[in-house]
């Protein structure tokens, strides 16, 4: 059982920056990818970028466009998601995930364990 706890979401302004963490428990990760991903209202759950054990990442080109980034603290059982000159359509409710594979389709119904997600604003 892996047990995941978000934060850093909040209310921020266009071309603004945010850090979200990922709190994970429960059992030991090493061979888990922890991964995020983002819901708006009326859409479906998307992919946003995952990181391995030994730091290997990926984000998501089309949700990213270059401007998030996935990182993981093993010491600290820890993922971040740095996000940066967001923009309103990047509102949503941000999911940290947990997958024990290396590698994943980007797919949310592959997913093992969700958080129960943090809210990200980005007024105009």
């Known amino acids: 059982q892996v047990n995941l706890l978000e934060s850093g979401g909040g209310l921020v302004r266009t071309g603004d920056s945010l850090r979200l963490s990922c709190q994970a428990s429960?059992?030991?990760?090493?061979?888990?990818?922890l991964g995020w991903f983002r819901q708006a209202p009326g859409k479906q759950r998307e992919f946003v970028g995952s990181?391995?054990?030994?730091?290997?990442?990926?984000t998501a080109s089309e949700t990213s466009k270059g401007r998030f980034r996935v990182s993981r603290d093993n010491a600290r059982n820890t993922a971040y998601l740095q996000l940066a000159e967001l923009q309103p359509d990047d509102t949503a409710v941000y999911y940290c995930?947990?997958?024990?594979?290396?590698?994943?389709?980007?797919?949310?119904?592959?997913?093992?364990?969700w958080g129960r997600g943090t809210q990200v604003t980005v007024s105009a």
């Open positions: 429960g059992t030991t990760l090493r061979e888990y990818l």
């Open positions: 995930a947990a997958l024990r594979s290396s590698t994943s389709t980007g797919k949310a119904e592959e997913w093992e364990y």
């Open positions: 990181v391995y054990w030994n730091g290997n990442s990926i």
